[in-house]
């Protein structure tokens, strides 16, 4: 009887026919003893089926299952999940590179018993140009986090420069199965894009062992977001309001904690970011909620210093056309 894999690569995926060839590629030119590919697809209506299956010829390691309709990514995931047979299981994404030596050092550090591991990635474009690496925590090094008390996760937090330190990207997550399989999906998150959040979130009341890795070991595509289609505004909306949510039920609103989320928010989510989203409510005010702006904005910005609040003010008194003439200039400067 062959022996059970070490990891599984779980990749839930809908429409991703044109990237998903890339993703495999990037995977199968370091495949080793131990290692699955698992894909979840829900219900795909353009090639994914015809592109995984060119590359399942090449390697019986990979195991298709396809469903007749999405169920969401947070469902998709979870049952991703569930198809897996390996100790570990790597949530990763449809449309994103695996770097080489990748694979090796996951298992190399999987070898180790850590509960979670987490690691870095670069941004890219559509194409893959790499723009920057992605940061996630204050440290540079590989760090392991034993997080076993309400003040050991504070701690963590603390460090946190990205809500990817919140485990927000799922490419950058490997978990222990058993440990994932020990609680159920939670249903109040479920079509919030944050189920595994709450999944890892409650994993930690329990203890958990994190391991972070300052590696970058994978290069993630940009400009292909699945949700952006219905807004700039409803787009902020599922991280703003689904990570506050996330605070407020696992830690309480004013707790260390949420304070520490709504932080790493206001990173990510700058004045610029809100500026712009100021302006596509002008432009596009059928479709743009520019009171949603507004209230999402002041709740990051309640608890703030006086001198971060000074960014909240700006964004009510810097005029739209002001917006768009730094946008244009810059623009020409730099070319995007």
């Given at each position: 009887?062959?022996?059970?894999?070490?990891?599984s690569?779980?990749i839930?995926?809908?429409?991703?026919?044109?990237?998903?060839?890339?993703?495999?590629?990037?995977?199968?030119?370091?495949?080793?003893?131990?290692?699955?590919?698992?894909?979840?697809?829900g219900g795909s209506?353009?090639?994914?089926?015809?592109v995984v299956?060119?590359r399942?010829r090449?390697c019986?390691?990979?195991?298709?299952v396809?469903?007749?309709?999405?169920?969401?990514?947070d469902?998709?995931l979870?049952?991703c999940?569930?198809?897996?047979?390996?100790?570990?299981c790597?949530?990763?994404?449809?449309?994103?590179?695996?770097?080489?030596?990748?694979?090796v050092?996951?298992?190399?550090?999987?070898?180790q018993?850590?509960?979670?591991?987490?690691?870095r990635?670069s941004?890219?474009?559509?194409?893959m140009?790499?723009?920057?690496?992605?940061?996630?925590?204050?440290?540079?090094?590989?760090?392991?986090?034993?997080?076993?008390?309400?003040?050991?996760?504070?701690?963590y937090?603390?460090?946190?420069?990205?809500?990817?330190?919140?485990?927000s990207?799922?490419?950058?997550?490997?978990?222990?199965?058993?440990?994932?399989?020990?609680?159920?999906?939670?249903?109040?998150?479920?079509?919030s894009?944050?189920?595994?959040?709450?999944r890892?979130?409650?994993?930690?009341?329990?203890?958990?062992?994190?391991?972070?890795l300052?590696?970058?070991?994978?290069?993630?595509?940009?400009?292909?977001?699945?949700?952006a289609?219905?807004?700039?505004?409803?787009?902020?909306?599922?991280?703003?309001d689904?990570?506050?949510?996330?605070?407020?039920t696992?830690?309480?609103?004013g707790?260390?904690?949420?304070?520490?989320?709504?932080?790493?928010?206001?990173?990510?989510?700058g004045?610029?970011h809100?500026l712009?989203?100021?302006?596509?409510?002008?432009?596009?005010?059928?479709?743009?909620d520019?009171?949603?702006?507004?209230a999402?904005?002041s709740g990051?910005?309640?608890?703030?210093?006086?001198?971060?609040?000074?960014?909240?003010?700006c964004?009510?008194?810097?005029?739209?056309?002001?917006?768009?003439?730094?946008?244009?200039?810059?623009?020409?400067?730099?070319g995007?």
């Amino acid at each position: 009887m062959a022996a059970s894999p070490v990891l599984s690569i779980c990749i839930p995926t809908y429409n991703f026919g044109a990237f998903i060839g890339a993703t495999l590629d990037s995977i199968l030119g370091q495949h080793t003893r131990g290692l699955e590919i698992v894909i979840l697809d829900g219900g795909s209506t353009d090639d994914t089926a015809q592109v995984v299956a060119s590359r399942q010829r090449a390697c019986p390691d990979i195991r298709f299952v396809r469903r007749p309709a999405p169920g969401g990514i947070d469902n998709d995931l979870a049952a991703c999940v569930d198809l897996a047979t390996g100790t570990y299981c790597w949530l990763f994404s449809a449309d994103d590179v695996m770097r080489p030596g990748a694979i090796v050092k996951i298992m190399e550090e999987v070898a180790q018993g850590h509960d979670l591991l987490l690691c870095r990635h670069s941004d890219c474009t559509i194409d893959m140009r790499v723009m920057q690496d992605h940061p996630i925590l204050v440290n540079s090094a590989t760090t392991t986090y034993y997080l076993r008390t309400r003040a050991d996760a504070a701690a963590y937090f603390a460090h946190a420069v990205t809500t990817e330190a919140m485990f927000s990207f799922m490419g950058g997550i490997i978990i222990s199965t058993q440990r994932w399989r020990s609680l159920p999906i939670d249903e109040r998150f479920v079509g919030s894009c944050w189920a595994h959040v709450a999944r890892i979130l409650e994993l930690i009341d329990r203890g958990l062992t994190l391991r972070y890795l300052h590696d970058v070991l994978l290069d993630r595509r940009g400009d292909n977001d699945s949700f952006a289609h219905r807004g700039v505004v409803h787009r902020y909306a599922i991280a703003v309001d689904g990570y506050t949510r996330l605070a407020e039920t696992f830690y309480g609103q004013g707790s260390l904690e949420a304070a520490e989320f709504r932080r790493v928010l206001r990173n990510e989510f700058g004045l610029r970011h809100f500026l712009a989203a100021k302006f596509a409510c002008r432009k596009n005010p059928s479709t743009e909620d520019f009171g949603k702006l507004r209230a999402m904005m002041s709740g990051l910005y309640a608890d703030a210093s006086p001198a971060v609040r000074l960014k909240y003010f700006c964004f009510l008194v810097v005029p739209v056309g002001l917006y768009d003439f730094a946008r244009r200039i810059r623009h020409r400067i730099s070319g995007y």
